[in-house]
């Protein structure tokens, strides 16, 4: 099984910045889909975002305006950008992949072990 490689997380004021990683080595080919889910104790995994490799974003209405995600198409890597965090931004991170023909965020999909992010003063 494939696992993506993470790295940033850790960590950060309220209203500062913190810039997520993700990398998938072990993939060949151009991953269709890349992207970021969180997760906090007790509730479901939910979407951050996501970037096709023809360009369509993703965004959760939570961050919406304060998280900005790239990639590097050719080197199957995503980073997530993360400004005016707050409290609630308190989550592990996960990196997913995808290929064209799997949905985005599914089990059966790729995905990195998870890096906390926590939000404190």
């Known amino acids: 099984q494939v696992r993506l490689v993470e790295s940033g997380g850790g960590l950060v004021q309220p209203g500062g910045s913190q810039r997520l990683s993700c990398a998938a080595p072990?993939?060949?080919?151009?991953?269709?889909?890349m992207g970021w889910y969180r997760q906090t104790p007790g509730k479901q995994r939910e979407l951050v975002a996501t970037?096709?490799?023809?360009?369509?974003?993703t965004y959760g209405d939570s961050v919406k305006g304060r998280f900005a995600i790239s990639r590097v198409t050719n080197r199957n890597t995503v980073t997530l950008q993360m400004n005016n965090i707050k409290y609630e931004d308190t989550a592990v991170y996960f990196c997913n992949a995808a290929h064209r023909w799997q949905v985005a965020g599914e089990e059966n999909t790729y995905w990195g072990q998870g890096t906390q992010v926590t939000v404190s003063s």
């Open positions: 072990g993939i060949a080919s151009i991953i269709y889909t």
């Open positions: 970037l096709t490799s023809d360009g369509t974003s």
